[in-house]
């Protein structure tokens, strides 16, 4: 990766310039093309320690630079008031087109370490999945492609709130004995129908709850991997693998045995306000029945046992208040990892009158997905940060033209599938292919959009930015048909049409890795 060369480049400079290094060295992609392909502020962190100006700095370090590499760069320049700028030279452009046709979809894969799990959706079992819902679903699965690619051992996981004594689960026994109609929806409605005869044999509103809520988390199962092609590997029972297997007393008995818990008022209170929070917090009731609170941590206790590097945990907006004391509890139990909670806001949608709501009222997930596809919803749901509100336009995700995004980029794959329709006899790897001869600014351009990918999966790992995805797919869709459009791939040239072909391929294997990340299909035809 040539950010990671370049930061070892510059490190290798400082030493033989006599600079201590600092604990992290900046390299970014400027805004303005005339600043270079890179550039580093190195030089102004290091000014006040070694109270010499960032510009003299600056220039010591490009004179090791220049010495130290060979090849990479066309020009090293220093910028006012002490940045250095990097332009890549033509000749290491081109030599990274057959890097990326040999490694395929290897290309962009880290060589991380680790077991991470990654917990997402976990959505009440009361009914199908909502719009909201859909963010959360994308979101794990994409943070989990992403994580995988960069050399983590991912499992994905999903909770099932289904505690037998828990509200919810009463509550939901009550609608299927006709005894209340909390969540009599329409869809519920249809299912208790079908469900009739079985749910005659119960008597008991937790029996019944707990019956129903399995045979909709299969609803919801059969949805996510038919329709969403979303896979989990590890679905955690409240009830079967937290009650039943005694883990919820457990993780109560191994609080009380450290002092971390008290009663008071007849029930019993964690000591998170020791930990951060700003206040106890209840984990066991009056009525002596265990908190949602004292489940998630019995929860957590169990993924840190299984050994994970890494967890983190994809919830709704209305979790928002659950974080602060979900941090002081995961502190009590001592966990040495990394330790994400990632909140996602809002999602609205434009033009939701359009939408038939075969489920009801409320528009469903798959409501949605079947007005605009599968890939359309996975495309505008990861757009923008997670942290934002988020409005699908519905007319823009329907639209058949290059204003749609998503199929602007998939035109692009579907443009290049053209080309190899017209040129049936590729043998990259066969024979010489003369890649020197690509000079032209387009190729260039788009040489320096492939060689990117690694930047952006790196990234993509480390802050789960998401919406880096797709507004890079559009980048790197836009550099190809420009170049489609000025530089003529099939032509009475062998030679350009073969290093020209080569490009078109290292384009297909870093679009298709990239949309593919997003769980986004790459059509052969539009």
């Not at 079908?194 to 008597?203: A, E, G, Q």
């Not at 290292?506 to 539009?526: D, F, H, Y």
Request: proline fraction near 3%; glycine fraction near 6%; hydrophobic fraction near 40%.
């Amino acid at each position: 990766m040539i950010r990671e060369d370049l930061i070892n480049l510059i490190r290798k400079a400082m030493k033989e310039a006599g600079f201590r290094l600092p604990a992290e060295i900046g390299v970014e992609h400027p805004e303005d093309e005339n600043h270079g392909d890179y550039a580093t502020n190195v030089a102004l962190r290091l000014a006040k320690t070694f109270k010499m100006s960032p510009k003299q700095i600056a220039e010591t370090l490009r004179f090791h630079i220049l010495n130290l590499q060979s090849g990479i760069f066309e020009k090293v320049e220093v910028a006012e008031p002490g940045f250095i700028n990097f332009f890549l030279s033509k000749d290491y452009l081109q030599k990274q087109v057959k890097k990326i046709v040999k490694e395929k979809d290897k290309f962009g894969r880290l060589k991380k370490k680790g077991k991470i799990s990654v917990e997402s959706i976990s959505a009440n079992p009361t009914g199908p999945l909502h719009i909201g819902n859909g963010r959360n679903a994308f979101a794990g699965d994409v943070i989990s492609n992403v994580l995988q690619k960069v050399g983590y051992r991912v499992t994905r996981e999903y909770f099932v709130n289904d505690a037998k004594n828990s509200g919810q689960i009463k509550e939901l026994g009550k609608t299927a004995l006709g005894r209340g109609s909390s969540y009599l929806t329409p869809y519920l409605k249809e299912k208790l129908e079908t469900l009739k005869k079985r749910l005659k044999k119960f008597d008991k509103e937790n029996e019944a709850g707990y019956f129903l809520a399995q045979q909709i988390q299969k609803d919801i199962k059969n949805f996510l991997e038919k329709k969403l092609k979303i896979k989990f590997d590890k679905w955690v029972s409240e009830e079967k693998d937290l009650y039943k297997k005694s883990k919820i007393r457990k993780i109560l008995d191994w609080l009380r045995k450290r002092g971390l818990i008290y009663e008071k008022d007849k029930a019993w209170w964690l000591k998170t306000s020791q930990f951060g929070e700003e206040r106890d917090w209840v984990v066991v009731r009056k009525s002596g029945e265990p908190t949602y609170f004292l489940s998630d941590i019995a929860y957590h206790k169990d993924k840190f046992d299984r050994g994970f590097n890494g967890v983190i945990n994809i919830w709704g907006a209305d979790h928002q208040a659950h974080v602060s004391k979900m941090r002081a509890a995961v502190k009590m139990l001592g966990y040495g990892g990394k330790f994400d909670i990632l909140i996602l806001q809002l999602v609205t949608l434009k033009g939701k009158e359009k939408i038939s709501k075969r489920k009801g009222e409320i528009i469903t997930l798959e409501d949605l997905v079947d007005e605009i596809g599968l890939d359309a919803a996975r495309w505008f749901y990861l757009e923008k940060s997670l942290d934002t509100h988020m409005e699908i336009d519905l007319s823009l995700a329907k639209e058949q033209s290059a204003k749609n995004p998503v199929y602007y980029v998939q035109y692009a794959h579907a443009r290049i599938v053209s080309i190899f329709r017209k040129f049936k006899k590729i043998q990259q790897d066969k024979k010489y292919t003369p890649v020197n001869l690509l000079s032209h600014p387009r190729e260039l351009a788009l040489i320096k959009q492939l060689i990117r990918f690694p930047e952006i999966v790196e990234d993509t790992a480390i802050d789960y930015q998401l919406q880096r995805l797709p507004h890079y797919a559009l980048t790197l869709a836009t550099a190809f048909h420009q170049f489609y459009r000025d530089c003529r791939v099939l032509s009475d040239n062998e030679k350009l049409t073969r290093a020209r072909l080569s490009l078109v391929l290292a384009a297909q294997i870093v679009l298709k890795n990239t949309l593919s990340l997003m769980g986004i299909s790459v059509p052969e035809k539009m």
